[in-house]
């Protein structure tokens, strides 16, 4: 379909209308969990994180109050990002613990500067107050006993009196600040020992922006801990593993039928790959759905330019017939299959690669057997479109991803997940 007719068509509509601790006892993670079975949280296979991704610090056997020490490592290796504290008690007031992530060495003091990329997590009971209080700190954002409505949450039960559970995710983001998602057992069905409950959605407190600070997170892979009074504020262990709960490689996030472009999310772990559109369906006339990258189009009638990506899906009238259709600057490219997004509802997937020039690799799930939501049945061979031979030898823009619907009588449309990882190699 050529870009004439949509304008025509178009402009007719818009007319009408993240082992071991030296002096501390670590341990896989998968010591006896008969209490947690009784409990109803299975055996512990079912527990996690798993043992091969997780190691233990008991704090109870060999801690010396108000020191700074390093949390064990996972055998396994790699990037210390996942963290549960259990039984976490506010004992009486001024007692704190505080958890470290980002410096390369035991730090010696609680301070985090500007700039220096390091992380901190708080916990504790102030004099006087009635809830405990949990911080985040990251450079020069937040402050300890006071931090600020964006980086702290407070709970009058949790952990005072009685032990509680807290977890947390610290996600690294390539050329961004870290994201911190806290969880607590209890609150919003969420329970640190199954994975399943533990979503952004039910966090007890994500924090995705900061104030002032705009560097990553530091590049320590351990992490390092301290209690300033263990009689005040103490735990019984911190597990750490090297998996988070959340899949940082993916996001979602629902479209609403409005006419003006919707910023799409962006995995945590880098600029999206693949993405795939479920649900959608444009039953109007002369209705488009376009999706750019790096830049937005607030018709679908925009002419692409040098290194900026479309793809659209046009409803058609009659006439004429719908149409699906990618764009790379001045070049476009119909794909040998329209999905049948008009008479219901469709599954579109795509790679979207970083190479000189791209590729561009559409799927429909029910044509040549792909199915979108099944990563595994996507090949070249089943595609719709498999292009790599643009005329724009350029890299698409890695700005952020826009999605538009001209027209939102009789649409649909659906969800959108963005992954970091693209299906083809």
């Known amino acids: 379909m050529k ?16 082992a071991s601790c ?27 994180p798993p043992a091969n991704s997780s190691c233990e610090t008991d704090l109870e056997s060999s801690y010396t109050t108000g020191t700074y020490a390093a949390l064990c490592t996972p055998a396994s290796g790699g990037d210390s990002v996942h963290f ?51 911080w985040t700190k990251f450079g020069a954002d937040g402050n300890y006993q006071a931090g600020d409505s964006s980086t702290v949450f407070a709970g009058s039960t949790f952990g005072n009196p009685g032990p509680s559970e807290l977890c947390l995710d610290i996600v690294r983001r390539s050329g961004k600040t870290p994201r911190v998602i806290i969880w607590v057992t209890g609150e919003n069905n969420a329970n640190c020992k199954v994975k399943s409950t533990l979503k952004e959605a039910n966090a007890t407190k994500v924090i995705s922006t900061w104030n002032s600070e705009t560097v990553s997170l530091a590049s320590g892979t351990g992490a390092y801990f301290r ?10 262990k911190i597990v750490v593993s090297n998996v988070t709960a959340t899949d940082a490689t993916e996001c979602s996030s629902s479209l609403a039928s409005i006419t003006t472009p919707q910023a799409l999310c962006e995995p945590d772990a880098g600029t999206g790959k693949h993405y795939r559109f479920n649900g959608i369906q444009l039953s109007g006339n002369h209705v488009a759905f376009c999706m ?6 607030s018709s679908c ?4 330019s040098a290194g900026q990506f479309k793809f659209t899906l046009y409803s058609g009238g009659p006439p ?38 791209p590729r561009v690799t559409v799927w429909a799930t029910g044509t040549n057997g792909a199915d979108c939501g099944n990563k595994s049945t996507l090949t070249s061979g089943n595609s719709i479109l498999n292009k790599s031979d643009w005329v724009d030898t350029s890299t698409v823009g890695t700005g952020t991803s826009y999605a538009t619907i001209s027209n939102t009588t009789g649409t649909t449309p659906g969800t959108v997940t963005v992954s970091s990882e693209s299906v083809l190699p």
């Open 227 to 236: 209690f300033s009074n263990t009689s005040l504020l103490t735990a019984k």
């Open 320 to 357: 004429p017939p719908p149409m699906s259709y990618v764009d790379f600057n001045t070049e476009e490219v119909n794909t040998t299959t329209v999905p049948s997004f008009k008479t219901s509802t469709a599954d579109i997937c795509y790679d979207l690669t970083q190479s000189s020039p």
């Open 3 to 18: 870009r004439s007719i949509l304008g025509i068509c178009l402009s007719a509509v818009f007319a009408l209308s993240f």
């Open 301 to 304: 009638m925009t002419a692409a």
């Open 22 to 48: 030296d002096g501390l006892t670590s341990k896989g993670s998968d010591a006896s969990l008969s209490a947690l079975a009784l409990a109803g949280l299975g055996s512990s296979a079912s527990v996690w």
């Open 84 to 134: 549960r504290v259990e039984g976490l008690e506010a004992l009486s007031f001024n007692g704190y613990f505080y958890l470290f992530k980002g410096p390369s060495s035991v730090p010696a003091s609680t301070a985090t500067t500007a700039g220096s990329g390091n992380l901190a997590l708080v916990h504790g009971r102030n004099t006087g107050d009635t809830n405990s209080n949990t």
């Open 292 to 297: 750019t990258k790096g830049w937005s189009d």
